[in-house]
């Protein structure tokens, strides 16, 4: 009796259906505003170029890497706190700098000073969306998760499209001849800052864990501080990764000065000794990060593996006798320094979430699957705009129009049924969370093809539709998967790693190598190069089908809880506007 009484007790407790309907309001406004505020440059890329002689390269490094290196590596220790504090304070923040900025790229006399404030959205950006995944899963039982998260999730398509939209209509003269491109910056800024007063007024902090089963919610502590912190299987995983990682900036200069003809800093042949210098510096980094476990030694040793090849490309040819040590050397080197020790402090402060992540393989494969859907997934969204108008001579407001009615029906449609598909198929066999995902993107490569070949604007916008809407159908149920692969005081965590990898591929990687390859194909096509690069972006989707179905052999083993299907309470626990 006195069980039943403290579960009563308990459950009043609980958000009400109509408060958690509410947050969900905000927080799908919150990540409408943050696909708003990223996705606007795609239409104004086109008045942008003209205004600021620009280059593809220069508007893919604008949409891309501006964005993504701050987004994504402040997201990690932005994670660390939301584990440990109040996440409607660190949203409420992070959508007032965002906003900020996205008023202050309007201000940009030059390529440098855009992409400053494009770097600005990325730190504000970067707080916005790990804390929301968790609060979700935070106010929403394990059966309704994945519905909850494409709901959430439905903010990409219909920020993306207001952003295209508004962004046309502004720019292009829809509303007044006296708007441009800068005051479409200046009108969305200011109106993300009048939201987030209202979004910290409103939205609680909830319990965390408070939906999940007491063995998955209780907090287990990693092991006190000893060498060899990793498993020798984990240790080996690490530095594989660790080579592969250091040596991957030498092998991409090499890749583009072989391929794309472009001229490297140093030569093939230095950058070539510098790869096989950074995979030896990675393997041991490996080690030392798999048997070090106290943060400043682990800091110290990396940042000196990051520096050594490093030194070996840019001291070289100063010691025999080629260019002096510039300014870029010096930089290079300092930035390699940072990234060795924050990668250092990150696996001491996060030794508990490695420790439980290298055991699940599903994790990892649904990043790298997720990751290669959103290298093409962000490009085409960044590029589409500017195929449409030199493919078919469209106007900035039809594109805009076109573009963004496809992104907001077809988007939305997606991510919903996407989710409800993965609610749906997960109760029977968790794989599914994997398999609905990849099924959707074997389907997407073919059909982009299709679309992007179309003759005409109409005929390509309806080729368009399905791939857009597939192409997004894997947030609800991959995302709901991560929630329920690490326990509740870790989720913030997971999500951050996710979002890292993701973004850096996916929004750094994708929107830059399109624009990369557009520019250097256009000698050959002229204005049809930015279709091949398409077309050859495409074929991403097939690689993130092959992760996708390798992950679902894992899925079920890594969940927290165990078993192969997702339990489902037959009622929800009582709720403070529903008394039991």
Known sequence: MADTNAGAAQGSNLPGAGYRSLVMVLLFLVYAFNFLDRQIISILAIPIKEDLGLTDEQLGLLGGIAFALLYSTLGVPIAWFADRFNRTWI????????????????????????????VGVGVGEAGGVAPAYTIIADYYPPSKRARALAIYSLGIPV???????????????????????????????????????????????????????????????????????????????????GAVLLALPSLLSIFNAVVFGATPVQSVGLLAATAAVAAVCGWFGGQWIGRQ????????????????????????????????????????????????ALIGFFFATFREFMMLALRKPSFWLMIL?????????????????????????????????????????????????????????????????????????????????????????????????????????????????FQHLVPPHMRTSASSVFLLINNLLGIGGGVYVLGRLSTALQPAFGDGSLRISILIGASLYLVAAFFMFWASRYLARDWEGGGDTVPVPEAEPPTEAEPS
């Open 159 to 241: 920020g993306s499209a207001f952003g295209v939209i508004a962004g046309s209509q502004i720019a292009g003269g829809g509303i007044s001849d006296a708007l441009d491109w800068r005051s479409a910056f200046f009108i969305v800024g200011i109106a993300g800052i009048v939201l987030a007063p209202i979004f910290k007024l409103v939205v609680r902090e909830p319990k965390r864990g408070q939906y999940d089963a007491p063995a998955v919610a209780a907090k287990v502590e990693a092991p006190s501080e000893t060498v060899d912190v990793y498993p020798a299987d984990r240790i080996r995983i690490l530095s594989i990764a």
């Open 91 to 118: 949203m409420t923040a992070a959508l007032t700098i965002w906003s900020g900025f996205t008023a202050l790229s309007g201000f940009a006399q030059n390529f440098m000073q855009l992409f400053l404030a494009r």
């Open 369 to 481: 699957g997720a990751s290669a859907s959103s290298m093409m997934g962000y490009g085409v969204f960044f590029w589409l705009p500017s195929f449409f108008a030199r493919s078919f001579q469209l106007s900035l407001t039809e594109t805009g129009w076109l573009f963004g009615g496809v992104l907001f029906v077809a988007g939305s449609l997606g991510i919903f049924l996407g989710g409800v598909m993965g609610d749906w198929m997960g109760k029977r066999k968790r794989s599914a969370f994997a398999t609905v995902p990849a099924v959707a993107f074997l389907l997407c490569a073919p059909l982009y093809w299709a679309g992007v070949m179309s003759p005409s604007a109409t005929m390509a916008v309806a080729l368009l539709f399905i791939p857009t809407a597939l192409g997004l159908a894997w947030l609800g149920p991959v995302l709901s998967a």
């Open 293 to 340: 476990s106290k943060g400043l030694p682990l800091a110290l040793g990396l940042s000196v593996l990051m520096v050594l090849p490093g030194l070996v490309a840019w001291f070289v040819p100063a010691l025999t006798g080629g260019a002096p040590i510039g300014t870029a050397a010096i930089a290079w080197l300092i930035g390699r320094a940072i990234a060795g």
